[in-house]
């Protein structure tokens, strides 16, 4: 059964204050072995949970896999880096999360972003998939001048 992510859109945006420079990240992460949370994080706002719930009751691993989309319509490529904590099945326990970070830009870089789709499966001790389910994530960058 999907989790509460499924066919879900989520953002992340960072008005960059003239003079000022910033980024965004968006990710996923299990929290106390028990929970999942989507997050958005930028320099001036710090982390917003924007979505969360119980993992499926039997899982014990935990799965991510990103896949490029590209930029959102009128943006530029925002560059920057994926970071992936659970490339392959990873203990539940270890609270692994995984998250894109844009590259950094200032007042005068105008619409940068990128969005990704994900995917989170869930394994149980055998080793079968419980649980799969994709959402798009999406972080951007707006210059203010």
Do not use: H
Not at 3 to 22: D, E, P, Q
Not at 34 to 47: D, H, I, L, R
Not at 88 to 109: C, D, E, F, I, V
Request: proline residues 5%.
């Amino acid at each position: 059964m999907p989790i509460g992510i499924n066919g879900n859109a989520y953002a992340v945006s960072n008005l960059i204050a003239s003079g000022k420079t910033g980024y965004s990240t968006i990710g996923f992460a299990i929290v106390g072995g028990s929970t999942w949370e989507v997050y958005g994080a930028t320099p001036v706002g710090g982390n917003t949970v924007k979505a969360s719930g119980a993992v499926p009751a039997t899982a014990v691993t935990v799965q991510y896999t990103w896949t490029l989309i590209g930029p959102p319509a009128g943006d530029v490529d925002s560059g920057g880096t994926l970071s992936n904590g659970a490339s392959s099945p990873t203990t539940l326990g270890s609270n692994p999360a995984s998250y894109y970070t844009t590259s950094t830009y200032n007042s005068t870089s105008g619409s940068r972003g990128r969005t990704y789709q994900l995917r989170v499966d869930f394994f149980n001790a055998a080793g079968a998939n419980i649980s799969s389910s994709t959402c798009t994530m999406t972080a951007e960058t707006e210059g203010s001048t």
